[in-house]
């Protein structure tokens, strides 16, 4: 048995590049799987859905059963990573505080314990 090559970290970006592919994928995350809801719900041609829905397939971030579209696990670490970075996104003003307020180099804090740190100040 063969394995293909694993996506690159463009391959993956490439595949939710923009704002319709991102729906696109969070659309099959959330477990909208019919190609025709899909377009239906997006708004978007056969055109614009078959693009984008090719690039997530080609990065093993979902995978097409029986004209069901499912997301993989590969493509549920990718989802939840986009979660935190929205969550980060979200709470930017608070980590540039948090930056500006408590230089990590400044009070000896070790990467574990910025991690903790950045952890409380976005709850």
């Not at 239906?40 to 069901?68: E, H, N, P, W």
């Not at 970075?85 to 070790?110: F, R, T």
Request: charged share 20%.
């Amino acid at each position: 048995m063969q394995f293909e090559e694993a996506p690159s970290t463009m391959q993956i970006l490439d595949a939710i590049r923009d704002t319709k592919s991102l729906n696109l994928f969070n659309a099959v995350s959330l477990e909208v799987n019919r190609a025709s809801d899909i377009m239906i719900k997006l708004s978007i041609t056969r055109k614009q859905f078959y693009s984008r829905i090719s690039k997530l397939l080609r990065a093993g971030m979902i995978k097409c059963v029986d004209g069901k579209y499912t997301i993989t696990a590969f493509g549920t670490v990718i989802y939840e990573i986009q979660l935190i970075l929205g969550v980060a996104i979200e709470n930017n003003s608070k980590l540039e505080n948090l930056d500006l307020n408590n230089s990590s180099n400044e009070i000896g804090m070790n990467s574990q314990e910025q991690v903790i740190t950045t952890k409380f100040v976005i709850k």
